[in-house]
């Protein structure tokens, strides 16, 4: 059974919803769907691997401090392909 991260939200209003994601080693976030814009900054390295519609698969690292951002519409699994924890915020 694959086990899901923590995603514990920080703001999550009418305007802004901030959450920090936290995933030890094989743990994802499931599959979802953004329904927004959004970025995510990178608290630890972190070596992720992207699962997408139509079975491709995808693997990025984004350092420590740094940040990425997409537009809505994305969808995805994101799984710590690491072999330590890691943590992000995400900013929608």
Do not use: Q
């Not at 997408?52 to 995805?76: C, D, K, N, Q, W």
């Amino acid at each position: 059974m694959t086990e899901t991260c923590t995603a514990t939200k920080i703001i999550d209003d009418a305007r802004t919803c901030v959450t920090r994601f936290d995933f030890e080693p094989g743990e994802e976030t499931g599959w979802h769907r953004h329904g927004y814009d959004y970025v995510i900054t990178a608290i630890t390295d972190c070596h992720m691997r992207l699962e997408l519609p139509g079975g491709e698969i995808s693997e990025t690292t984004v350092p420590a401090g740094h940040a990425y951002r997409r537009e809505r519409g994305v969808e995805h699994n994101v799984i710590n392909r690491g072999d330590r924890a890691i943590s992000f915020i995400e900013v929608e």
